[in-house]
């Protein structure tokens, strides 16, 4: 099983549209999880954090379900410019000369297109 | 945004060539890292340097050579490479990659590498 999941897409929606994206972990013991933008061929960048309680911050929405380890994204009325890819993105840790550090893990990606 | 900046932009090498890919982060970042995007592919990390100690070394092959001076500059030698290391290469920072430390990434601009 992958340690992050995501549906690749595409998601083709007309602006104004609601989408979902869902995203699954394997590490129970995953402490942190955010959400990333990625533009074709850019780097990606942070959209946003996601918390226990969900979160909101404008048109979008994240919420964790730990006991189910899945993570969404909510967009509500679309913009062009929300055309990306979103990256859902695992903080877990690993060991290394017996210390633990934190690392990121990320997903494959969701490809969203917003059309006219 | 200047926060984390990398050069050369593009790179074209052949096989044989030896030549350095540089980071440099200005957001006061304990922890650097190296990640390899190719084409369909999640991020693949390959170095964590954490307070200019190496953590994670992820099974890289010994052609790519990291090099961390200070926290705020990383390096990335490299030397006789093969056509599939053709990739974008990015670099990213955070605050510090210790224990479960949820602390966000923030990325570079990337390197798009082609070897010939």
């Known amino acids: 099983r992958k340690e992050v999941e995501q549906d690749p897409g595409p998601f083709n929606v007309p602006e104004g549209a609601t989408v979902a994206f869902n995203c699954t972990y394997s590490?129970?013991?995953?402490?942190?999880f955010f959400w990333y933008r990625q533009d074709c061929r850019k780097e990606p960048k942070l959209l946003m954090s996601?918390?226990?309680s969900g979160n909101e911050d404008g048109r979008f929405t994240a919420q964790l379900n730990r006991a189910s380890q899945y993570i969404s994204l909510l967009i509500r009325d679309s913009k062009l410019s929300d055309s990306a890819t979103y990256l859902c993105?695992?903080?877990?840790?690993?060991?290394?000369?017996?210390?633990?550090?934190?690392?990121?893990?990320f997903g494959q990606g969701t490809i969203l297109t917003v059309h006219p | 945004e200047t926060g984390v900046t990398q050069t050369p932009r593009h790179l074209v090498m052949g096989m044989t060539n030896k030549k350095s890919l540089k980071c440099e982060q200005h957001?006061?970042?304990?922890?650097m890292y190296w990640y390899k995007q190719s084409a369909k592919k999640p991020l693949e990390l390959m170095f964590v340097?954490?307070?200019?100690?190496?953590?994670e070394n992820n099974s890289v092959p010994s052609r790519f050579s990291p090099e961390c001076p200070n926290s705020s500059h990383l390096f990335l030698h490299l030397h006789t490479l093969q056509p599939e290391d053709s990739a974008l290469y990015l670099c990213?920072?955070?605050?510090?990659?210790?224990?479960?430390?949820?602390?966000?990434?923030?990325f570079g601009p990337g390197t798009r590498l082609t070897v010939t």
């Open positions: 340097y954490n307070f200019k100690e190496q953590t």
């Open positions: 590490n129970s013991a995953s402490q942190s």
């Open positions: 990213a920072s955070s605050q510090e990659a210790t224990g479960l430390a949820p602390y966000e990434q923030y």
């Open positions: 957001l006061g970042h304990n922890a």
């Open positions: 996601v918390y226990s």
């Open positions: 993105v695992v903080n877990g840790f690993d060991y290394a000369g017996g210390t633990s550090y934190g690392k990121l893990t």
